[in-house]
């Protein structure tokens, strides 16, 4: 059975940092396309960023180039998101989210991804 468990989320004002973790279980994230979404309230869940399986490539949003990474942690089976230089359109509720095993697509689109965390809140107060 896997299992994707977020922590990290909270209450930061804006410019400030804050650093997610997933942790997965019942799959290898070193097999996996993983990604980074979130939700704000009323809207579409949206892609933030993603790391390939099969070269360790990135790929993150326009809106938060530069001010995001994400990496992978295969030795811990884990994924984080590191959120530099916050801003209050970035509150949102945030999701890990992973694929299927050696999954060959696109990256930035919620069905590219088989299974999702329950979410992690982060505020940014002006």
């Known amino acids: 059975q896997v299992q994707l468990v977020e922590s990290g989320g909270g209450l930061v004002q804006a410019g400030g940092s804050v650093r997610l973790s997933c942790a997965a279980s019942?799959?290898?994230?070193?097999?996996?396309?993983m990604a980074w979404f979130r939700q704000a309230p009323g809207k579409e869940r949206e892609f933030v960023a993603a790391?390939?399986?099969?070269?360790?490539?990135?790929y993150s949003a326009e809106s938060v180039k530069g001010r995001f990474t994400i990496s992978r942690q295969n030795a811990k089976n884990t994924l984080t998101l590191q959120m530099n230089s916050l801003k209050p359109e970035d509150t949102a509720v945030y999701y890990c989210?992973?694929?299927?095993?050696?999954?060959?697509?696109?990256?930035?689109?919620?069905?590219?991804?088989?299974?999702w965390g329950q979410g992690t809140q982060v505020t940014v107060s002006s």
């Open positions: 989210a992973a694929s299927n095993p050696y999954y060959s697509g696109k990256y930035y689109f919620t069905q590219d991804y088989e299974y």
């Open positions: 790391t390939a399986w099969v070269d360790g490539g990135t």
């Open positions: 019942g799959l290898t994230v070193s097999n996996c396309a």
